[in-house]
Protein backbone atom coordinates (compact mmCIF):
# COMPACT_ATOMS: atom_id res chain seq x y z
CA UNK A 1 0.00 0.00 0.00
CA UNK A 2 1.30 3.20 -0.97
CA UNK A 3 0.25 6.81 0.53
CA UNK A 4 0.38 9.64 -1.11
CA UNK A 5 0.40 13.45 0.17
CA UNK A 6 0.02 16.63 -2.21
CA UNK A 7 1.21 20.15 -1.12
CA UNK A 8 2.19 23.51 -2.46
CA UNK A 9 -1.00 24.55 -3.62
CA UNK A 10 -2.50 28.16 -3.47
CA UNK A 11 -3.46 31.36 -5.12
CA UNK A 12 -1.04 32.73 -7.53
CA UNK A 13 -1.25 35.54 -10.45
CA UNK A 14 -1.46 34.51 -14.08
CA UNK A 15 2.18 34.15 -15.11
CA UNK A 16 3.38 32.94 -11.27
CA UNK A 17 4.84 30.25 -10.48
CA UNK A 18 4.73 27.64 -8.37
CA UNK A 19 5.63 24.08 -7.61
CA UNK A 20 3.85 20.72 -5.71
CA UNK A 21 5.57 18.28 -4.07
CA UNK A 22 3.59 14.37 -3.45
CA UNK A 23 5.50 12.81 -0.91
CA UNK A 24 5.10 8.64 -1.45
CA UNK A 25 5.75 6.58 1.87
CA UNK A 26 4.61 2.65 2.13
CA UNK A 27 5.45 0.54 -0.56
CA UNK A 28 8.25 3.00 -2.27
CA UNK A 29 10.36 0.33 -3.13
CA UNK A 30 7.57 -1.18 -5.83
CA UNK A 31 7.21 2.73 -7.61
CA UNK A 32 7.38 2.60 -11.20
CA UNK A 33 6.07 5.39 -12.45
CA UNK A 34 4.28 9.12 -10.78
CA UNK A 35 2.34 11.49 -12.52
CA UNK A 36 0.07 14.27 -11.96
CA UNK A 37 -3.50 14.99 -13.23
CA UNK A 38 -5.65 18.04 -12.75
CA UNK A 39 -9.38 18.40 -12.62
CA UNK A 40 -11.39 21.61 -12.89
CA UNK A 41 -14.97 22.69 -12.02
CA UNK A 42 -17.02 20.30 -14.77
CA UNK A 43 -14.18 19.53 -16.22
CA UNK A 44 -12.88 15.70 -16.68
CA UNK A 45 -9.60 14.86 -15.25
CA UNK A 46 -6.48 15.58 -17.03
CA UNK A 47 -3.14 14.51 -17.57
CA UNK A 48 -0.76 16.52 -16.34
CA UNK A 49 2.64 15.23 -16.58
CA UNK A 50 4.64 11.91 -15.72
CA UNK A 51 8.46 10.51 -14.83
CA UNK A 52 9.19 6.99 -14.85
CA UNK A 53 11.14 6.26 -10.89
CA UNK A 54 14.01 4.10 -12.31
CA UNK A 55 15.13 6.20 -15.72
CA UNK A 56 13.70 9.67 -15.06
CA UNK A 57 11.86 9.38 -18.50
CA UNK A 58 9.34 12.34 -18.70
CA UNK A 59 5.79 12.58 -20.57
CA UNK A 60 3.90 16.13 -21.11
CA UNK A 61 0.26 16.85 -21.68
CA UNK A 62 -0.10 19.30 -24.41
CA UNK A 63 -1.21 22.70 -22.60
CA UNK A 64 1.21 22.28 -20.03
CA UNK A 65 4.84 21.16 -22.17
CA UNK A 66 7.62 24.20 -21.91
CA UNK A 67 5.94 25.07 -18.58
CA UNK A 68 5.36 23.05 -16.74
CA UNK A 69 8.55 20.51 -15.32
CA UNK A 70 7.98 17.14 -13.05
CA UNK A 71 10.99 15.53 -11.45
CA UNK A 72 12.09 13.45 -8.75
CA UNK A 73 13.78 13.10 -5.50
CA UNK A 74 14.86 9.08 -5.34
CA UNK A 75 15.75 9.83 -1.66
CA UNK A 76 12.88 11.75 -0.73
CA UNK A 77 10.25 9.24 -2.13
CA UNK A 78 8.71 12.30 -3.58
CA UNK A 79 7.84 13.92 -6.92
CA UNK A 80 7.65 17.61 -7.96
CA UNK A 81 5.82 19.68 -10.39
CA UNK A 82 7.37 23.19 -11.15
CA UNK A 83 4.37 25.39 -12.85
CA UNK A 84 5.61 28.43 -14.44
CA UNK A 85 3.94 31.14 -16.52
CA UNK A 86 0.62 29.87 -14.72
CA UNK A 87 -2.50 30.76 -16.64
CA UNK A 88 -6.20 31.13 -15.31
CA UNK A 89 -6.90 27.94 -17.44
CA UNK A 90 -4.74 25.94 -15.21
CA UNK A 91 -6.69 26.59 -12.27
CA UNK A 92 -7.99 23.09 -10.44
CA UNK A 93 -7.75 20.29 -8.09
CA UNK A 94 -3.76 18.55 -8.50
CA UNK A 95 -3.64 15.26 -7.70
CA UNK A 96 -0.72 12.86 -7.46
CA UNK A 97 -0.59 9.35 -8.68
CA UNK A 98 1.49 6.38 -8.95
CA UNK A 99 1.65 3.13 -10.82
CA UNK A 100 3.39 0.39 -9.24
CA UNK A 101 3.37 -1.87 -12.29
CA UNK A 102 4.47 -1.31 -15.76
CA UNK A 103 1.01 -0.95 -17.24
CA UNK A 104 -1.23 2.43 -18.13
CA UNK A 105 -3.21 2.65 -14.88
CA UNK A 106 -1.97 4.08 -11.92
CA UNK A 107 -2.82 2.16 -8.65
CA UNK A 108 -2.47 4.71 -5.89
CA UNK A 109 -3.91 8.33 -6.03
CA UNK A 110 -3.43 11.11 -3.89
CA UNK A 111 -6.18 13.51 -1.79
CA UNK A 112 -5.25 16.52 -4.26
CA UNK A 113 -4.23 19.64 -3.71
CA UNK A 114 -6.33 22.81 -5.39
CA UNK A 115 -4.19 25.44 -7.42
CA UNK A 116 -6.10 28.69 -8.06
CA UNK A 117 -4.68 31.17 -10.59
CA UNK A 118 -6.17 34.57 -10.88
CA UNK A 119 -6.50 36.61 -13.71
Known amino acids: QVQLVESGGGLVQAGGSLRLSCAAS????????MGWFRQAPGKEREFVAA????????NYGDSVKGRFTISRDNAKNTVYLQMNSLKPEDTAVYYC????????????WGQGTQVTVSS
Open 97 to 108: ATAVTPTINYDY
Open 26 to 33: GGTFSLWR
Open 51 to 58: IWWGSGST
